[in-house]
């Protein structure tokens, strides 16, 4: 019984002793890294990583780097991208790496509150669209012509878009103006959420396998053509502020060079880690070089990453000195 | 993960049925009442749009208030920050004390607790899924989600026994804290993620606190019940010797109630457990991350290779708290020769001397080599079964058909139905199965908390995942209780299905998120198929457990009496365990509302996908609405599942 009467005290004291380690003044909340970054006395950068491949290979590469030339530890966690600007701004992640662009966010964190730094251009443009598969694309030519859509409906329906075709969308914490454009262009078509990433590959692969038609939101650049080729339809061409109003939307997706952001504090006092992160910029072929290596070769992220570190000196050597 | 925390109610004989008519006919009169004024009012076949009120502005507004004021507001900075800095502070403090110990220290140390508290095999069977950890590539994760899982679970029971000690103390604060803690055990844990991270900020602080938030409740309630359950003679006897209120709470019921206290802690080390892989969306790190990252590269291998630790640590934290209620029920002395202190002293020089030794000959980071890839073996696997199961069989034909057909002939016409009745009909209909089954306050709960969606404003969507739990549930239940009866009969077959039960219970949800697409395409089906694989073994458990518990001698007389293994069955088996039957129901329902998000993450859409809409988008007003309508939607199906005597039940 003794266990339990000193329990008491016991907890006491460890709670008065934690706030005693807190300090008594204010406790900052944007100066809170993860509980896992810097242990053991190993210097630490934790980056996020988004749900897509590519985003997967600049943090693959640039980890590599980090590790193996600048000896840093890395940490990475898997954030969906309004959340990781929240965490980015608060010091728990230290760089976000490809970002398709958030402007009520840079608004509020890069111009207001100044807690987040731009990091610049990441060298690849990004571009979101409408796609059919190449197989069904080649049958029937006039498919990629959203005038044309209509006539396909009927072969594009499931047993989710009711009597209409299904245009399918994927995660919902990507960009989309998709149940606007079918509305403001006449379609017959209805949005059917995949609700994520993982399970609209899925599905993609599996119609491929049967060479059933789909049209789905799909975007650049990404490892999927190399595995089911796929040919865009075309919208009606993007024009600055032709999506401004999200109800009156009827124009296609811009093409959007990704920017990539860091975190103030660590911008400042990363050293050279954020000096790497801020020079780092490459092309839509090294990323998709690698994404490939990680999706389709199933290599491991690092073993990607490098591969084409040994074989791509010159580019990364740029962005060391 | 069930948690049962009611005792069997007793069958309704007739008399109770006399009294259902009356309740009918008392509810009939009153809709004759109500209904045309209603009709006249707000004549629509949908919620009314006059009753709805819109919340997503002042919302929106908090959120931006919270994301403005977080750096500098005194609440944030001499509170929240706190709180969130001791977080911080004590998983990094557990994290490197386990690196340091490194994998042989740690691996030893579980081996030598288990082996003190359970004996040589549990210690054997503790090392071996340490080191599989290892083996999988996963030391540093399991480390990690380990860290998160000491101070989480350490924090909930702290927070669950206090509430429970004030519950089982004071009748008025059992009465105040118990619809609190129902909710809290409703609640789905994606409705408070958003606004825990965004109070405390993305990562590990927020996904600490939700795990308490999500595990406390269990520890309350079995706190409370021991409490509440200690032996009167025990109690008159310590108060006769003349100790004081506080002695004879520390000497006498505390240590009466040591066995619930310690279901308690197992309850909520298994629910923070399932939490791992839900908080890592707001950036928990850790295994849970890992399961992640291999499901958005839709890479099962990966995920499953992550997954298994998780599953490891749930089985062996599962036995090792039950050994250590069996131990303390036991009456018989410790017969083993290093008891008491001097077993403990052992176990921790032993200790010592692994870590310090394996640290000397090769450092404490799992050595890179000892890596088992098992990411590629079980990718091939899933292709070979997705290929040949998905269309064309001969005969009964593909997942992918019979997924069509089930959306079109069970989900379409359950949901169009649903949507298609007056709204005023179906808090009737709410009202009535509530108040048939249960008392005048269930119904009034269920009708509330229907009325709450409609208030909402997400009406037609709640339908719409209504439509989903029902027929999820219908499933569930029809498979569970032919696998329970087949259980029940079958020692055999118990023992058999007991591991797979154990697995299926643990995995984490997301782990059948891809398969399940590629069975069944991406829509409704795949997510009622999810929601039927996470619900169904908690049924088949209390199915077979009823069954066997079934008086043998009625079973005996009714053999006597030349009844068929058929007679048996209907007239003496399943009338007897009627009480375990309904709350196998009320727990399907329950588990099936628990992965709702899980379907929005393949398709369901309505509610899960709302949820997983807000916090990935950082929308509070779409999330926290779809949240709430959720919670209602789980009251209200709660209520109208729950047997009477579950709720009149003093302490449960």
């Known amino acids: 019984m003794r266990f339990r009467t000193t329990a008491l005290p016991a907890l006491v004291a460890g709670a008065s002793s934690l706030l005693l380690l807190t300090g008594c003044g204010a406790a900052d909340m944007t100066k809170q890294a993860s509980p896992f970054a810097n242990a053991q006395g190993a210097k630490t950068v934790t980056l996020s990583v988004q749900s897509w491949v590519g985003a997967q290979a600049n943090v693959a590469v640039a980890q590599y780097l980090l590790e193996h030339k600048l000896g840093y530890r890395v940490d990475t966690v898997q954030i969906d991208e309004v959340p990781a600007w929240d965490a980015l701004s608060q010091g728990r992640i230290d760089a976000l790496m490809e970002d398709w662009g958030h402007p009520e966010e840079e608004q509020r964190y890069v111009a207001d509150k100044k807690t987040i730094t731009r990091g610049g251009d990441l060298g690849v443009t990004g571009h979101i669209g409408w796609f059919v598969p190449t197989y069904f694309a080649k049958e029937h030519p006039d498919v990629t012509d959203w005038k044309n859509l209509n006539k396909y409906a009927s072969q594009l329906r499931t047993a989710e878009s009711g009597g209409k075709g299904q245009l399918m969308d994927g995660s919902p914490s990507y960009v989309t103006n998709d149940k606007a454009l079918v509305k403001n262009l006449n379609l017959d078509y209805q949005v059917v959420f995949a609700g994520s990433e993982a399970a609209q590959i899925t599905q993609m692969r599996q119609f491929a396998k049967e060479k059933k038609p789909f049209l789905t939101y799909w975007y650049t650049p990404q490892w999927l053509f190399k595995k089911v080729p796929m040919t865009e339809v075309k919208l009606p061409a993007y024009k600055e502020g032709c999506d401004a109003d999200p109800e009156k939307v009827a124009c296609a997706y811009p093409h959007t060079p990704l920017q990539k952001y860091l975190n103030t504090d660590f911008a400042k006092n990363g050293g050279k880690a954020a000096a790497l992160l801020k020079k780092f910029k490459w092309t839509t072929e090294d990323q998709n070089e690698v994404s490939l290596m990680i999706a389709d070769q199933k290599l491991s992220p690092e073993e990607a990453a490098k591969k084409w570190v040994d074989s791509h000196e010159s580019t990364w050597k740029a962005w060391l000195s | ?652």
């Open chain 2, 1 to 652: 993960m069930a948690t049962i925390t009611a005792s069997a109610p007793l069958s309704l004989p007739g008399v109770l049925k006399h009294r259902a008519v009356h309740k009918l006919l008392l509810i009939a009169v009153a809709a004759a009442v109500l209904v045309p004024l209603a009709n006249a009012r707000w004549a629509s076949g949908s919620w009314p749009g006059a009753l709805t009120v819109d919340v997503s502005e002042p919302l929106a507004k908090t959120s931006d208030w919270i994301i403005d004021n977080r750096d500098s507001h005194p609440l944030f900075l001499y509170f929240f920050g706190y709180i969130s800095n001791a977080v911080v502070l004590s998983v990094r403090a557990v994290y490197l004390v386990l690196l340091a110990a490194g994998w042989a220290g740690v691996t030893a140390f579980a081996g030598l607790v288990a082996w003190r508290v359970a004996g040589v095999r549990l210690a054997l069977g503790t090392a071996a899924a340490f080191l599989a950890c290892g083996l999988l590539g996963m030391w540093v994760p399991t480390m990690q989600t380990l860290a998160v899982m000491v101070v989480a679970v350490l924090t909930a029971v702290v927070v669950g026994a206090l509430l429970g000690l004030a519950a089982g103390l004071s009748d008025r604060m059992d009465r105040a804290l118990r619809p609190v803690l129902d909710t809290m055990q409703v609640l789905p844990a994606f409705a408070y993620l958003l606004p825990v991270a965004l109070v405390f900020g993305m990562g590990v602080p927020a996904a600490v606190l939700a795990t308490v938030v999500y595990a406390a409740p269990p520890m309350a309630r079995l706190t409370s019940l021991g409490l509440r359950g200690a032996d009167k003679e025990v109690l008159e006897a310590v108060e006769s010797l003349g100790s004081t209120a506080r002695q004879r709470l520390l000497t006498a019921r505390i240590p009466l109630a040591r066995k619930e206290l310690l279901l308690g802690v197992n309850q909520t080390i298994m629910m923070a457990l399932s939490m791992a892989v839900i908080a890592s969306i707001i950036g928990a790190g850790g295994l849970g991350d890992r399961v992640y990252q291999g499901l958005s590269t839709v890479d099962v291998g990966a995920a499953l290779a992550a997954s298994i630790p998780i599953v490891l640590l749930a089985v062996i934290l599962d036995r090792l708290t039950g050994a250590a209620g069996e131990r303390l029920g036991a009456t018989e002395p410790d017969q083993r020769r290093l008891r008491g202190r001097a077993g403990w002293g052992v176990a921790a020089a032993a200790t010592v001397v692994v870590a310090v030794a394996v640290r000397l000959l090769n450092g404490t980071d799992w050595p890179s080599g000892w890596v088992v890839a098992i990411a590629e073996p079980v990718n091939t696997a899933k292709d070979w079964m997705v290929d040949h199961l998905y269309t064309g069989v001969p005969v009964v034909g593909g997942t992918a058909e019979w997924a069509g057909h089930f959306t079109t002939w069970v989900l379409d016409p359950l949901r169009d139905g649903l949507q298609g009745l007056p709204w005023w009909s179906l808090l009737l209909i709410v009202a009535a199965l509530a108040w048939v089954i249960g008392t005048w306050r269930t119904a009034l709960t269920a009708v509330l908390a229907l009325a709450a969606i409609g208030v909402l404003g997400v009406w037609d969507k709640s339908l719409d995942t209504l439509s989903q739990v029902l027929a999820a549930v219908a499933v569930t239940v029809v498979l569970g209780f032919a696998i329970g009866i087949a259980a029940a009969r079958s020692r055999r077959l118990e023992r058999q299905l007991r591991p797979v039960l154990d697995v299926l219970q643990t995995m984490p949800q997301f782990v059948y998120l891809i398969p399940v697409v590629a069975l069944f395409a991406v829509g409704r089906a795949p997510a009622v198929a999810a929601a039927v694989v996470y619900a169904l073994p908690a049924v088949v458990r209390i199915t077979t457990q009823g069954l066997r518990q079934v008086d043998p001698s009625a079973m005996e007389s009714a053999r006597s009496l030349g009844a068929t293994t058929r007679q048996q069955l209907f007239q003496v088996q399943l009338p007897l365990a009627r009480p375990a039957l309904l709350l196998a129901v009320n727990q399907g329902v329950v588990l099936v509302l628990a992965v709702v998000v899980i379907g929005g993450l393949v398709g369901g859409g309505a509610l899960g996908y709302d949820a997983v809409f807000g916090l990935a988008q950082g929308d509070l007003a779409t999330g926290l609405v779809a949240g709430t309508a959720m919670v209602c939607l789980g009251l209200m199906l709660d209520r109208v599942t729950q047997p009477t005597e579950r709720r009149t039940k003093k302490g449960a």
